[in-house]
């Protein structure tokens, strides 16, 4: 049974810093695109930063040069490093995983984690 459990999240405030973990229960994880994904209150679901399979990765225009994904193949885990937070940071981050190459929507990805909370204050 595929399972992605999330770690790390909580509160902090503005300029802070978070690491989210995800471990995944799956089989060949390397070829495993990973993704970060986050929904606030109201809005939809969206991809933060992903990693392929060959571990090139890309971020949403709003985390690029603060949040920071990473993957450890050996361990199964996946990394957010999450710097400069701001209050619209606040949402539950999900992990997700989906084979060989990255997308967009949430619809693309098989597999889901059940969430985290981070809440970034003012």
């Known amino acids: 049974q595929v399972q992605l459990v999330e770690s790390g999240g909580g509160s902090v405030q503005a300029g802070g810093s978070l690491r989210l973990s995800c471990g995944a229960s799956?089989?060949?994880?390397?070829?495993?695109?990973m993704a970060w994904f986050r929904e606030a209150p109201g809005k939809e679901r969206e991809v933060m930063a992903a990693i392929d399979a060959w571990a090139r990765t890309t971020y949403a225009s709003s985390v690029k040069g603060r949040f920071t994904i990473s993957r450890d193949n050996v361990k199964n885990t996946l990394s957010l490093q999450m710097n400069g937070l701001k209050p619209e940071d606040t949402a539950m981050y999900y992990c997700?995983?989906?084979?060989?190459?990255?997308?967009?929507?949430?619809?693309?990805?098989?597999?889901w984690g059940q969430g985290i909370q981070v809440t970034v204050s003012s």
């Open positions: 799956l089989y060949n994880y390397g070829l495993y695109c």
């Open positions: 997700a995983a989906r084979l060989y190459s990255c997308a967009v929507g949430s619809s693309e990805y098989n597999y």
